[in-house]
């Protein structure tokens, strides 16, 4: 099954490595999502964009049980976990994304590109 990634889970970010094991499908362009800005990790909702990049991964179930816990995603309250797992369509095929649950008023929104951590030069 497949996975897109559009946070901290892509390939070079700090929670890649709950990754290593899974396969790069490839990287998508969704205009279906905006991505929120929650400082040290973005949040998704499906709402219209000009363009998020996303990267898609070909998961196991024991994968995306990892996935699961780093997201705090409670399949079986999906309102209750700070992210829920939805199914969206990418180039590659259907696909689960990460949607955040918590409250989005005043956050800045990323309607086009990529969310990157802020990096600190000393």
């Excluded at 396969?23 to 991505?35: A, E, M, S, T």
Aim: charged share 20%; with cysteine.
């Amino acid at each position: 099954m497949n996975l897109v990634v559009y946070g901290t889970l892509k390939r070079g970010l700090s929670n890649h490595g709950f990754l290593l094991g899974a396969r790069c499908v490839g990287k998508d362009i969704l205009h279906n999502i905006v991505l929120y800005d929650l400082g040290d990790f973005p949040g998704a909702q499906f709402e219209p964009s000009l363009g998020i990049h996303v990267e898609v991964y070909d998961v196991t179930d024991s994968e995306l049980a990892v996935v699961d816990r780093l997201e705090e995603c409670n399949e079986e309250m999906p309102d209750h976990g700070l992210f829920r797992r939805e199914q969206c369509n990418t180039s590659f095929g259907p696909a689960w994304i990460y949607l955040y649950n918590g409250p989005l008023g005043g956050l800045p929104q990323i309607t086009t590109g990529s969310w990157r951590p802020a990096v600190c030069i000393s």
